[in-house]
């Protein structure tokens, strides 16, 4: 599987080619080919482990927004799967004390990036830029043995 990291916000010393991934954690998997009603699929399976997990019910305003955050980009990595690369084939959830990243797998063969000069008032286009400003980092993991990708996002777990 190669990697790109378009759009690290930090830097953890590692190559630019390398895949980042948290370390001793648990993970949750849902697939979602062929389903129906995938977004909020998507978002409840999240939920269901952000309550597991610890960060819901919150116990605090930043903990809160935090796991809304996660909600949001759920949201967006799903509905971009399902507007430009006929839907996600499935949503992986990776929790480790520090980071929590989330993946999205599909068979598409376009690149996402945020639309520059982003332009709030202009319909479309936003997903990757809100995806961008509320992660840690994120990129792109094409797949080495079938057409696709993984669009992955890393948000800080909260204090």
Do not use: Y
């Amino acid at each position: 599987m190669s990697t790109t990291r378009p759009h690290a916000a930090d830097d953890r010393g590692s190559d630019p080619g390398d895949t980042v991934v948290p370390e001793a954690g648990s993970a949750r998997v849902l697939r979602l080919l062929g389903e129906s009603a995938i977004v909020p699929r998507a978002r409840d399976f999240t939920r269901e482990a952000l309550q597991a997990w610890g960060w819901l019910p919150a116990s605090s305003p930043e903990r809160r927004a935090a796991a809304e955050d996660v909600l949001l980009v759920v949201s967006e990595l799903v509905t971009n799967a399902c507007l430009h690369a006929d839907g996600p084939d499935e949503l992986r959830l990776i929790h480790s004390p520090k980071v929590l990243r989330l993946e999205v797998a599909d068979s598409g063969a376009g690149e996402p990036e945020p639309r520059v000069p982003h332009r709030a008032g202009r319909p479309g286009g936003h997903g990757m830029f809100i995806v961008q400003r509320l992660c840690t980092d994120w990129g792109v993991a094409r797949h080495a043995d079938q057409p696709g990708k993984t669009v992955w996002a890393e948000l800080a777990a909260p204090a």
